[in-house]
């Protein structure tokens, strides 16, 4: 029974406890959740439609204020610090020099406005090619999350609950696994997915999961067993060809994730880009000097800090499994969110068909008892059945 499957999956989806019926779904409102779903503040906006995604992070123009009250505590900021204290020794002795030993010679400045345009390019370049990266990842999760679903609700449709018990709960440990695979993580967190893995698979399965080096592609091959195996639950080799198209689907983001891991931005790229960006900045208050004076420090400072924070944003969203943001260390891809709406989800599909059940909902009958023309809309057409449900009754009550 799909009963016996949420009792299984339960411990590790840290799902709310159903209210009046054992296959009540949980409810999105709550009051952690009561915000408004459109709010555009920065800061945490509240999903209702998924209480996994509770984490996201958005920004709006009005944030500026909070934006510049906290530069001094950026991320990027920390992780240019470097060349950005170069350049300001750099522009400190010209500034010195030029007010101590006497005017130094003005460089012309066409070269820099030349090479500006070049190095301008690289940078889009690279940072384009870096979001390129996180954004393929992105998609890719999306696609493990629609096929997991979709596996989870073919499992409960071709056979009943409990026989699917085994795939669904390597569905929902499938996640979990890829993540650690590409990310690792500390050991705080490889702890507690451990515990995950423990509470949804059986011991056997969980041991025989943690003698092998590539897990994904282990419950991905036990996946497909279960799955041919599952003809004597009556499943069809036609069902069973649907079952592994979408393991197929699912290996083959686990390769298109292991080729975005495996294959960084090529380094002579971003070497030269890094080469040429440090030249052409320390360079730069040659040309400035005469014209600023002293104010070539602050305009050095805002210069190298615009430039260098663009090619850092390039690095850190160029590895999107292990990129983490903010003062809070929190991962650029929310896997770990991912991972629990899945579990989550797969829970859910194992009760919707005795959910539906419960509630009376209409069904496909063999015999339909209308015989009339549908009418338009889908309000006359509910009435329409609801009647002759109800006649039909009255006349078998009636014999």
Known sequence: MSLLVAVHLAPALALRPPATSPFELPCAASPRNSFAIGACRSGCIVSKFSPAYDSTVRYAAAD?????????TSLVLKRISSPLLFNLCITSIVCTCHKTI???????????????????????????AAYDRFWEARKRWAIVTSEARALASLACIFMRPEQALPMLS????????????????????QARDARRLKALLAREENEALSAVVNQPQFVLARLRQLAYASSVAGVTEKEREMLLKSTCVLGDCVSACERIYNSPIPLAYSRHTSRFLVLYVSTLPLTLITSLGWATVPAMVTICWALFGIFEIGNLIEEPFTAVLGRDHR?????????????????????????????????????????????????????????????????????
């Not at 500026?64 to 001094?72: D, E, G, Q």
């Not at 509630?359 to 059945?385: C, D, H, M, W």
């Open 64 to 72: 500026w204020a909070k934006n510049m009250r906290t530069l001094p």
């Open 170 to 189: 390597l569905i929902a440990a499938f996640p979990v696994v890829l993540k650690n695979y590409l990310r690792g993580g500390s050991k705080k967190a």
């Open 331 to 399: 991962p650029l891809l929310p896997l770990t969110e991912l991972c629990r709406t899945i579990r989550r989800d797969v829970r859910a599909i194992a009760q919707y068909s005795r959910l539906a059940s419960s509630y009376g909902a209409p069904t496909i009958e063999r015999k339909p008892t209308i015989n009339e023309n549908f009418p338009e809309s889908f309000t006359q057409l509910r009435e329409l059945v609801t009647n002759s449900s109800s006649d039909a009754s009255g006349t078998a009550s009636g014999f």
């Open 102 to 128: 006497g005017p130094l010679p003005q460089l012309v400045a066409l070269p820099h406005t030349l090479l500006g345009n070049a190095l301008g390019l690289l940078l889009v370049f690279r940072t384009n």
